[in-house]
Structure formats: structure tokens, C-alpha cells
């Protein structure tokens, strides 16, 4: 059982930039996937960024230049720095966890998820 746990979430400006923690239960890294999702009131979630143990970042097209996903090996966290916020990434943001195989977007395929923590962008 993996737990996660995010944090750093709020209210900011358009332009403006936010980092997201996940925190992650002592869990045995071997191979594994950290991935953000994130889903607005009334929309479907959607896959954000990937993390693999061994540091390959994936991107969604939404994002890719704006944000970037980083992970501190010794403390089990995972960080999204999201930069030049606009409204449209305002939703609730969460993190989830798979072992091994390749890291994608699909959320189907990670096993243990976090709350979320909620982001606001205001224009």
C-alpha cells in the first residue's frame, strides 16, 4: 500500500507560479511511475505530467514548457513547478502512483492516488 500525499495547491494570478509536493509513503523504488492528473468542475480528468524512478518526464501538450516535474529520490516527493498559470489550469490536482512499466497519461493504469490539493488561476 502506497499512500500519497499532495500539497502546495492555491489561489494565484494568471502568470503567476505554483509548486505541487507530493508526498509518498517509504515504498520500494525500483521501477515505478508518479504521475499528476488533474480535473476541473465539470470536466473530465486529465493526465498532466509523468515522472519515472529513473528521471524521464512525459508532458501533456497543455503544459509542456510551463510546467516540470522533478522528485527528491531520498524524501519520496515528487514536485510539479507549474509556471505562467493561466485560468484554464485551474482545477483540483492530484498525484498517483504505479510500479513499474512505462509512464503514461492514462489514469486507469496507476493503483494508488492522493486527495488532491486545488489549484485557482485568476485572470
Known amino acids: 500500500q502506497v499512500q500519497l500525499v499532495e500539497s502546495g495547491g492555491g489561489s494565484v494570478q494568471a502568470g503567476r507560479s505554483l509548486r505541487l509536493s507530493c508526498a509518498a509513503s517509504t515504498y520500494t523504488y525500483i521501477s515505478a511511475c508518479m504521475g499528476w492528473f488533474r480535473q476541473a468542475p465539470g470536466k473530465e480528468r486529465e493526465g498532466v505530467a509523468t515522472i519515472h524512478s529513473g528521471g524521464s518526464t512525459y508532458y501533456a501538450d497543455s503544459v509542456k514548457g510551463r510546467f516540470t516535474n522533478s522528485q527528491d529520490n531520498a524524501k519520496n516527493t515528487v514536485y510539479l513547478q507549474m509556471t505562467s498559470l493561466k485560468p484554464e489550469d485551474t482545477a483540483m490536482y492530484y498525484c498517483?502512483?504505479?510500479?513499474?512499466?512505462?509512464?503514461?497519461?492514462?489514469?486507469?493504469?496507476?493503483?494508488?492516488w492522493g486527495p488532491g490539493t486545488p489549484v485557482t488561476v485568476s485572470s
Open positions: 498517483a502512483f504505479r510500479y513499474g512499466g512505462s509512464c503514461s497519461l492514462v489514469d486507469f493504469t496507476y493503483k494508488y
